[in-house]
């Protein structure tokens, strides 16, 4: 009972932000269908570097809508002003090589509730939809990281440069400290791919001109306890994350 009135007030929040909010916040009257299609889109690429371009692309493959890449970019500014996305600004760390840093910000909404009500899926549909519910935990693992790091006067930012690299978190502190954080749902191939990534980048930095990781860790969905790799990398479920 209390996990379909959860449901049911995210798609009431859903109605509310597509027709009274996102129009309240700027005076600008905007088309409700228009927002929900940019709202389904955003869900489609959260979790990625979506240009305004790309999305646009998505939203004529998708919801034969063919907003310009102005309108879609003021729809967003306003939607970030009512803290409905928050996007991933790119971090930017001293590494050894010389390899080009993607400096795109990273889609995210700020609850994964409001992304699986856009899309009009619940529960019982991501448990069916492996991607999907991989999407939508990384998007609450994302908001769960940045609850804490603030906590902290600290920022969560998202790695990737041109050959691929990435790294889905990382937690930066004032004082120079930062931890690398990937985000897998759970099992032994993702976590090890995960670890592996992790420990790829952290031997790229360049630790003559800034800090070694204080930790990596891969943040996983499922498990009662956190433990300690014998390479180092913590493996964490989420529900262990503690202030």
Not at 51 to 74: F, H, K, M, Q, V
Request: charged fraction near 30%; glycine fraction near 8%.
């Amino acid at each position: 009972m209390e996990n379909e009135i959860a449901l049911d007030q995210a798609f009431d929040y859903v109605e509310a932000v597509e027709k009274r909010d996102i129009s309240k916040v700027d005076g600008v009257d905007r088309d409700p269908v228009r927002v929900h299609r940019l709202l389904r889109s955003l869900a489609r690429n959260q979790g990625s570097q979506a240009s305004c371009g790309t999305i646009r692309a998505d939203l004529i493959a998708n919801e034969s809508d063919a907003l310009s890449e102005d309108t879609i970019a003021s729809y967003i500014k306003a939607l970030k002003e009512i803290f409905v996305v928050e996007d991933s600004e790119a971090w930017n760390p001293n590494l050894r090589s010389k390899t080009a840093i993607r400096t795109s910000d990273t889609r995210y909404y700020t609850d994964p509730s409001i992304a699986t009500a856009a899309l009009g899926i619940g529960p019982r549909d991501l448990v069916y939809d492996l991607n999907t519910f991989g999407l939508m935990f990384e998007t609450l693992a994302v908001r769960d990281l940045r609850a804490y790091a603030e906590a902290l006067n600290g920022k969560v930012y998202h790695f990737r440069d041109k050959n691929g690299l990435e790294c889905d978190a990382v937690v930066h502190l004032r004082d120079g400290r930062y931890g690398l954080v990937e985000i897998k749902l759970g099992g032994d191939d993702l976590i090890n791919e995960g670890a592996a990534s992790l420990i790829n980048l952290a031997g790229k930095i360049d630790t003559e001109k800034m800090k070694e990781p204080s930790f990596m860790m891969v943040l996983v969905g499922v498990g009662m306890y956190a433990y300690r790799r014998e390479d180092g990398v913590f493996v964490v479920p989420i529900g262990c994350l503690k202030d």
